[in-house]
Nanobody
Framework: QVQLAESGGGLVQAGGSLRLSCAASGRTLSNNAVGWFRQAPGKEREFVSAISREGGTVYSPTSRKGRFTISRDNAKNTVYLQMNSLKPEDTAVYYC??????????????????WGQGTQVTVSS
């Protein structure tokens, strides 16, 4: 089973940028669509974005298009989330995970597994 490790989080002022990484070990990540999710205190885990196995298709809510960009480098076994124009409401723990069946099927967290430990993103106003 693949193991995922997120990194790149931190404290940033509103309007700033962060680039999160999701590094895989144990096996190749290229067989799976990968999703990014986030969870704020007291809230449910929320879908952020996902990318197909080859990286040719990305899935993002309309509200975040233009601010968040997902990408992947299968040679490095890593998926990235570039976040620009950050807002205080983006504050959360960000997680990556792989689709259980390999291909993108939707935005529900139950479709994904091999969750990483998460990386904290805090945006100050």
């Amino acid at each position: 089973q693949v193991q995922l490790a997120e990194s790149g989080g931190g404290l940033v002022q509103a309007g700033g940028s962060l680039r999160l990484s999701c590094a895989a070990s144990g096996r190749t990540l290229s067989n799976n669509a990968v999703g990014w999710f986030r969870q704020a205190p007291g809230k449910e885990r929320e879908f952020v974005s996902a990318i197909s196995r080859e990286g040719g298709t990305v899935y993002s809510p309309t509200s975040r298009k233009g601010r968040f960009t997902i990408s992947r480098d299968n040679a490095k076994n890593t998926v990235y989330l570039q976040m620009n124009s950050l807002k205080p409401e983006d504050t959360a723990v960000y997680y990556c995970a792989v689709d259980k069946l390999g291909y993108y099927r939707g935005t529900s967290p139950i479709l994904y597994d091999s969750w990483g430990q998460g990386t904290q993103v805090t945006v100050s106003s």
